[in-house]
């Protein structure tokens, strides 16, 4: 089997719709692919109708939080989306976007860029507004040539010039209430150090104390050295290892099933689960 947990469509910031992520991700040959969309579960309906034959779909989000003033990633995976405590704490982050990404424009016109939210609007198509949707516009405005320069102190990294905090959720909290909601939380590429600072072991410990289900190790933005010492972490705290694309359709230089869970880690995943099940996919439908 292969099994790619950490997806996104263009309900946050992905450029595929939800109908075209996993008939792309069946096209890939994968017979899991996992829709972790930003704080959002606004793709699951698109999705589920459209999964082709051969595909099973698992719901998700991934969930922004901070810990001690850093930045990190929650992976839930199938979670009830109507629980009401969760589904309030998601509303808070997601709600905090638009304002967001407005100041980071501002702040991006007081550096002399002529980004305009009009235009970042244009290309987050009704998505849920993030930094990949600014990055994006970065790159046409010729400011920098991927999106991934954009991701510097120069630009729109955590304590970067035109960076600005959002609402984001206290991590103990969320395993808290994904637990409360049935669903299993993995922390997102822990050690993603190019994306900037990231919290010490010592914290996720804390957090497997906790709570916590797994980590995810087998990630682009994890080097050989660095997945081999998530690894050994992962075993020494009794916690699940993941691996993902962590896909983003063209806005991300990855590809789906790039990276992948084991099998038994899946099965122990929603054997843990309570809140949904897996989709098995009935043929879909036929358009987005």
Avoid at 81 to 109: G, H, K, N, Y
Wanted: aromatic residues 4%; proline residues 5%; negative net charge.
């Amino acid at each position: 089997m292969r099994i790619d947990l950490h997806c996104h469509s263009r309900a946050s910031d992905g450029t595929d719709t939800p109908a075209e992520l996993v008939r792309n991700a069946a096209a890939a040959g994968l017979d899991v692919a996992a829709l972790t969309d930003h704080d959002t579960t606004r793709g699951y309906a698109e999705a589920v109708a459209a999964v082709p034959a051969g595909l099973t779909l698992v719901t998700g989000a991934e969930l922004s939080c901070r810990l001690d003033g850093v930045g990190l990633h929650m992976l839930a995976y199938l979670f009830d989306p109507e629980e009401p405590d969760l589904l309030r704490e998601r509303e808070l982050v997601r709600d905090d976007r638009v304002p967001r990404a407005q100041a980071m424009i501002r702040s991006l016109r007081e550096l002399g860029v002529p980004i305009t939210w009009e235009q970042v609007a244009r290309i987050a198509a009704g998505g849920s507004v993030g930094r990949p949707h600014i990055a994006t516009a970065l790159v046409e405005l010729g400011v920098v040539e991927t999106v991934s320069d954009a991701f510097t102190t120069q630009w729109l990294a955590d304590g970067g010039r035109a960076h600005v905090q959002k609402h984001e959720s206290d991590p103990f909290e969320v395993i808290r209430l994904v637990k409360a909601a049935g669903g299993v939380t993995v922390f997102a590429h822990p050690a993603a150090a190019k994306r900037g600072r990231t919290v010490p072991e010592s914290a996720i410990a804390e957090l497997a104390a906790a709570g916590l289900d797994g980590i995810e190790v087998d990630h682009m933005d994890h080097d050989a050295a660095t997945r081999a010492r998530l690894r050994g972490l992962a075993a020494e705290l009794g916690l699940l290892t993941t691996g993902s694309s962590d896909y983003h359709g063209s806005r991300k230089a990855c590809e789906l099933g790039e990276y992948t869970t084991d099998p038994e880690i899946y099965g122990e995943i929603t054997r843990r689960a309570t809140g949904a099940f897996p989709v098995p996919g009935a043929g879909g439908t036929p358009t987005a």
